[in-house]
DNA sequence: AGGGCTCCATACGGCAGAGTATGGAAAAGC
DNA sequence: GCTTTTCCATACTCTGCCGTATGGAGCCCT
């Protein structure tokens, strides 16, 4: 085991290679993770990779894998951390500017919603983030097939938010337009205390 | 010439590339649309392909230059046919359901709107839609900014959509679960009469 | 009937990425 | 100090697609 993990330029470790991954996959998307391309990407070859990976699709297995973790370690820290459903919620909105990378990868593999790997994936996600929205919604005194429907309604303003910031069709985030928009949305879509 | 277009085994057009190409779209993505496979699909070889067409860039271009087309049309039929803004707004969602093919093709360019070719005709036709949402909006009462916003909610909302159908994460289509969701987006997004 | 045009088949060269094989250097263990 | 294990480089093979070259079958025209 060498020391210090990722000091100068010790020797590489699988989980290297799945950060790695994770980073091509916001960048270019899922396609483009390939061995060749992210071994030069890292300065190797890859007789290193599969010395620690099978396959590329491991590779892939084990990087989302470790991406859907740190997501539900977010929700939930999330979900602790405030007591007001309704502040829960805007929240979740906020939360897109903060957490650049795991959305770019999130936004990436909805991309890739057609992917075997990352299908079922993607539905436990959403169904996890889901379910966290409508249990607010329901603390805001909606009955039960009402907030299940503003919960995916939510969440599709979510995902569209994404699919339009991945063409550019959005204000800079963190800019006075981005704002009113996020307001607008708040005020539409989540009732008054 | 040949006569009746294409009744049995005539020969090939470029028209009839483009069409498969767009089949190939809805049926697997943007990067599945390669001229050998899509030879063997038609039951041909690629010596006929590059007679028709210079590249598989141009083939691409030209498919999506006529789902465009196409496209337009259909918004502007659906403009024209109804004078009241909120039936415009309802009919813009319910058409969904029917148009099938536009909307895999259109949900699967979305998947794909890093392309090159895909990014600058999916801001085309965002912008065209958004701009008419907004304009209906407007005719329903609202001022400028709140109309143009709520527009792109609105949108956002159909990009969710699609997403999370192409994620069957949505009831079926056409079922009463999918009514009752349709009638929830419309009470929530569109102001009444 | 013969020449020309249209459309397609076949065969080729080239490239890029997935895996495999094998050897070598450097650290770890004894 | 010598072996063993760890990690990586190099050099293959194989597969799939792009684009080109070339020829050939069928029709169109005169």
């Known amino acids: 085991m060498p020391e210090a993990a990722s000091n100068k330029r010790t020797t590489l470790s699988a989980a290297d290679w799945e950060q790695e991954a994770l980073r091509v996959i916001a960048e270019q998307g899922v396609a483009a993770v390939a061995v060749e391309p992210l071994a030069r990407r890292m ?7 599969y010395w620690h990976f099978s396959s590329r699709e491991s590779l892939l297995e084990q990087a989302l894998l470790g991406w859907e973790e740190h997501d539900a370690r977010n929700l939930n820290a999330s979900l602790g951390e405030l ?9 979740f909105f906020r939360r897109v500017s903060r957490e650049g990378l795991t959305h770019e990868v999130y936004s990436a593999l909805c991309a890739a919603a057609d992917h075997p790997q990352v299908k079922p994936l993607l539905d436990r996600v959403a169904a996890r983030r889901m379910q966290h929205i409508a249990q607010a919604f329901t603390e805001l005194g909606m009955d039960e097939t009402t907030a299940e429907h503003r919960a995916r309604l939510t969440y599709s303003v979510y995902l569209g938010f994404l699919q339009l910031q991945r063409q550019s069709q959005v204000p800079a985030l963190s800019s006075q337009q981005f704002e009113a928009y996020l307001d607008h949305v708040i005020e539409t879509l989540i009732p008054e205390a």
């Open 43 to 49: 300065g190797i070859t890859k007789g290193s990779f």
């Open 83 to 91: 007591d007001c459903p309704r502040d829960r919620l805007i929240s």
